[in-house]
């Protein structure tokens, strides 16, 4: 027996050692460690039927055994009895639990179908990359575990991984790649397609002699990966993806589903055992937080790696649910069963108003101050102890909740918010401590990713309470949220008002402000300390503009929209949202231009001055486009395909895009994103992963100069610059003048509708 200390590479299940855990000591040694692992299910219901269920388990080839047991039921807050089954090989679960399903479907059950981790997690509190000590003994058996860590640590040490980087030299969907890049470390090898063999040989031998932990890869899932392993077994060759050679390679199919009004692909999947592939592709929102934050989702959800890269930040938040809900004994349902209490149709209309948003003051402004909620739903969830179980009709003695007929049980703390409070109070700390280091500390990159992967679990976690196949969720609850978020914003713009400052525009958790003589951050600092006194709620000032534009509707100049605003803080940082360089459809050409427009208006104390600038620019990059001098790639459009191209009647451009391709030969799925440009004549559109390229000569210029002169008019309108004085100055030869004592541009600043106007939704 030996005493072992190091990480928690990858656990999963395995039909002759129970669990297997992949371990690398603090020797550098990867170990196959194993571990007998019992896991247990529950059902409740008749007890007549336990009897025949008890005789059916007899009879079934899994050694099984059964017993009486109480669990805590999350909504009624009761003991439940229950026959709990325990199943000796945690690999035999899945297919004896859905012959029981089938047999007595009746029967509520509970803690069927959880992610191993999960169990393996609660039961000995080792998670994903956790710091551990290990006995085993000389044939890898696990004798005894101590975690020496907790997913809550805000300083987490780094384990040396290996990283092996796997990509073809272009795009395959566009055309056939002719070799593979492999890199580690500082070394990068060119491997040949072809001949195949000699590639295999090579990749094979630089497998067993690296020994990575992580294969990272572009177009690993969709291409790359599958690609080899048919070249492989063609060729009668064994190709050690695998670290564990007991194991085959996991291939999962895509999945098309719909989800809060979008039409969601996923693509296919192939995850390894004994070390891990991530597809940078394929990984969810990778682009936000990369493999930092990849990994801190694993360790605070406890999801193995390859999993927690590849599920949404939902299917996160519902695992920390349900990894509290273990640790308490209490029950996780296999099915969600809390249906809407009964109300009438009045409460219906009271209820579902979503967030709070006053629409801003059109214009620009100097000295604005921004200032958000922290985290304001989940901090809502958490402060005011709201979960489906403490959220009932109302009572005598309960708190009501504001404008509507609910309760909230403050005498008992929820599954929610025991659950959303470290991953509320660890966000905060991992924030803190960004803005303690200096902006040359290299450690700057890890600690945002690390923040922002744990911004997307807490975004989800409200969505999630009212998801209807939530474990957790229920509706009354998500609209309880929304109601003191709306009850809190009110609270901040009396705050603000009270204290002097005009509330330009307010947008569900955060408030635009200004008063005459402020500008600096200390500035605004009593009315962040009002706020929290008269909310509770954390609040923390993002920044304050040196001035901001808020856009008018695209249809109606004298209609402001929520969401649409851009400015330039006083440190020189650009803020953007509702414009044509945050659209994913937009043309890279056109992100590039509205970017440099933007920094030339960012660069002028009054951003008027930068008007001939800018009008300027627009002029070269017109000509650039008309003299075939853009580049083809950099004029694409990337569309996604709402539905399946038989739904269509009047197919859009990237249905017809669409069609090109399945002509040739590639098939689409609805959720895919298609990208093509814009050609003359019939059909108006080419797709750009055809076998034969375009020709710079089919290029619709003049739809192309129509978006460009577009995206200058939605950044120049405001100070004169509209999309007919645009057209004006390009067709001759005049040129705008700056003119800084000018009191009325095409929008003046403060004018717009007063605050005041209401619109309630999210």
């Not at 008749?46 to 009486?68: C, H, I, N, S, Y």
């Not at 393996?120 to 000389?138: H, I, N, W």
């Not at 604005?368 to 959220?391: G, K, R």
């Not at 920094?599 to 600038?613: S, Y």
Request: hydrophobic fraction near 40%; glycine fraction near 6%.
């Amino acid at each position: 027996m030996v005493e072992i200390s190091g990480w928690m590479l990858d656990l999963y299940e395995d039909a002759r050692d129970g669990v297997v855990i992949w371990f690398l000591d603090d020797a550098g040694r990867r170990r196959r460690l194993h571990q007998p692992f019992p896991v247990t299910f529950y059902a409740a219901g008749d007890e007549k039927q336990w009897l025949a269920l008890e005789k059916f388990l007899a009879e079934q080839p899994e050694r099984v055994q059964t017993g009486q047991a109480e669990r805590q039921d999350v909504f009624s807050n009761q003991l439940v009895p229950l026959l709990s089954i325990t199943v000796e090989q945690p690999a035999a679960l899945h297919d004896l639990f859905w012959r029981v399903n089938r047999r007595f479907p009746n029967l509520d059950y509970a803690d069927a179908d959880l992610q191993l981790s999960l169990r393996y997690a609660a039961q000995t509190g080792v998670f994903p990359l956790a710091r551990c000590k290990m006995e085993v003994d000389s044939g890898g058996r696990i004798w005894s575990v101590e975690c020496q860590d907790s997913p809550w640590r805000v300083e987490t040490p780094e384990p040396p991984l290996r990283v092996l980087y796997l990509e073809p030299d272009c795009d395959p969907h566009h055309a056939m790649p002719h070799n593979i890049l492999a890199r580690m470390e500082a070394r990068t090898i060119r491997l040949a397609l072809e001949p195949v063999r000699p590639l295999l040989a090579n990749l094979r031998a630089l497998l067993l002699d690296y020994d990575p932990d992580l294969l990272l890869t572009t177009g690993g899932d969709g291409w790359l990966l599958p690609w080899l392993l048919e070249q492989a077994e063609s060729a009668g060759l064994q190709l050690p993806l695998n670290r564990d050679y007991h194991e085959s390679v996991i291939r999962r199919k895509e999945r098309i589903y719909f989800s809060y009004g979008q039409t969601v692909y996923r693509g296919p999947q192939v995850h390894l055992f004994g070390r891990w592939h991530l597809d940078r592709r394929n990984a969810m929102l990778w682009d936000e937080y990369e493999l930092d934050g990849i990994i801190e989702v694993a360790r605070v959800t406890a999801l193995p790696v390859q999993v927690a890269a590849r599920v949404s930040p939902g299917t996160g938040i519902s695992s920390i649910q349900m990894l509290t809900a273990l640790r308490s004994g209490v029950l996780v349902p296999w099915q969600k069963q809390q249906a809407e209490f009964l109300k009438p149709a009045s409460d219906l209309f009271s209820a579902d108003q979503g967030g709070l948003v006053y629409q801003p003051v059109i214009g620009w402004h100097r000295n604005v101050a921004e200032i958000d909620f922290v985290s304001m739903y989940p901090a809502i969830m958490v402060f005011f102890n709201i979960s489906p179980e403490t959220v009932s009709p109302p009572r005598e003695g309960v708190s009501l909740v504001p404008e509507l007929n609910l309760s909230i049980d403050q005498s008992r703390m929820g599954l929610v918010p025991r659950a959303l409070a470290p991953l509320l109070e660890k966000r905060v700390a991992l924030k803190k401590r960004l803005g303690q280091l200096p902006a040359w500390n290299p450690a700057r990159k890890r600690f945002h990713r690390r923040a922002t992967a744990l911004k997307w679990l807490l975004v989800t976690c409200f969505g999630y309470l009212g998801y209807k196949n939530a474990r957790f969720g229920r509706i009354e609850a998500h609209q309880a949220v929304t109601a003191y978020g709306r009850e809190c914003l009110l609270r901040a713009k009396e705050a603000a008002e009270t204290l002097g400052f005009e509330v330009l525009q307010m947008y569900v958790d955060g408030l635009w402000l200004r008063q005459e003589g402020l500008s600096s951050p200390e500035d605004f600092q009593p009315v962040l300390e009002e706020i929290t006194r008269r909310t509770g709620l954390p609040i923390g000032l993002d920044g304050v503009f040196r001035w901001v534009v808020f856009l008018p509707s695209r249809q109606n100049v004298r209609r402001p929209v929520a969401n649409r605003y851009f400015g330039v803080f006083q440190d020189g940082t650009l803020k953007m949202r509702g414009i044509a360089a945050r659209r994913r459809d937009t043309p890279p050409f056109i992100v590039d231009f509205q970017e440099k427009i933007l920094f030339l208006l960012a660069g002028k104390e009054d951003p008027r001055q930068a008007l001939p600038e800018a009008v300027s620019l627009l002029r070269a990059r017109l000509a650039d486009l008309r003299a075939n001098r853009v580049p083809l790639v950099d004029l694409l459009v990337g569309q996604k395909m709402s539905r399946g191209l038989e739904a269509y009647r009047s197919p859009s451009a990237a249905a017809r895009a669409v069609q090109q391709l399945e002509q040739a030969g590639k098939i689409m799925s609805a959720g895919q994103r298609i990208k093509f440009l814009y050609i003359r004549g019939e059909p108006g559109v080419i797709a750009w992963d055809l076998p034969t390229p375009p020709q710079p000569a089919w290029v619709d210029v003049e739809r192309y100069t129509r978006l460009l002169v577009r995206a200058a008019a939605e950044l120049l309108q405001v100070f004169g610059g509209d999309e007919h004085s645009l057209q004006t100055w390009i067709a001759g030869s005049e040129t705008p003048l700056p003119l800084p004592g000018m009191s009325k541009p095409a929008l003046p600043a403060r004018q717009g509708y007063p605050l005041g106007s209401l619109a309630a939704g999210w």
